[in-house]
């Protein structure tokens, strides 16, 4: 079973912080997602990793950045956090194969102060 | 046109009921396609992928119709513990990026 795991269930920053989310897998997949849930908004794409060193820009990419130094490690950083990122985080890493699902973190619950 | 349609809910049904979600998707490329149940406040878990002649799982049925880009779940003999958010997913292709519904509330009671 693919094992992702998130740093933090919960996390509470205030206005103006800079955050790190991590997110480790187990499998040494080459991708790796986060995503960010909102109601109403249902889950949106940061951004996304398909080797170490590299990145793709995903649907709000906007005041998030990420990093990728090792192949189980995918962190997102949110350079000064403001209220309209208190979120639901998500990490995930697919299978290997176009047709293969994705397996999600428990996910950061971001409360921004 | 959103990409992935889903009717919101809630569905609002007995223990024992059967139930059918529908989802619609945009782009005609699209190359694979799944279920996931989410619960309150937790992530997102694989319930089946669906396939093109369709694929059953105990009481879960998927269907998918191409022509018409339309996939539907059929849950049977409705459980409490069925109670949820079902997202339907699919896959464009190329690193595996994801399109998510925004999801369909499911209400079991007894």
């Known amino acids: 079973d693919v094992k992702v795991t998130q740093s933090s269930r919960y996390l509470v920053k205030r206005t103006g912080e800079k955050v790190f989310l991590e997110c480790v897998q187990d499998m040494d997949h080459e991708n790796m997602f986060w995503y960010r849930q909102d109601p109403g908004l249902g889950l949106r794409l940061i951004y996304f990793?398909?080797?170490?060193?590299?990145?793709e820009k995903g649907d709000i990419p906007e005041g998030y950045s990420v990093s990728r130094e090792k192949k189980e490690r995918f962190s997102l950083i949110l350079e000064s956090a403001s209220t309209n990122q208190t979120s639901m985080y998500l990490c995930a890493t697919p299978g290997e194969g176009t047709d293969q699902p994705q397996h999600f973190g428990d996910g950061t619950r971001l409360s921004i102060l | 046109r959103k990409e992935v349609e889903q009717d919101p809910g809630p569905f609002n049904v007995p223990e024992g009921a059967t139930v059918a979600f529908n989802c619609t998707y945009s782009n005609s490329a699209s190359q694979s396609f799944f279920w996931y149940r989410q619960d309150c406040r937790k992530e997102p878990k694989l319930l089946m992928s669906?396939?093109?002649s369709g694929n059953e799982d105990g009481r879960f049925t998927a269907q998918l119709n191409r022509a018409s880009q339309y996939i539907s779940l059929l849950i049977r003999d409705s459980k409490l513990s069925d109670s949820a958010t079902y997202l339907c997913?699919?896959?464009?292709?190329?690193?595996?990026?994801?399109?998510f519904g925004k999801g369909t509330m499911l209400l079991v009671s007894p």
């Open positions: 997913v699919v896959n464009i292709g190329g690193y595996s990026t994801l399109t």
């Open positions: 669906v396939y093109s």
């Open positions: 990793s398909y080797d170490v060193k590299m990145k």
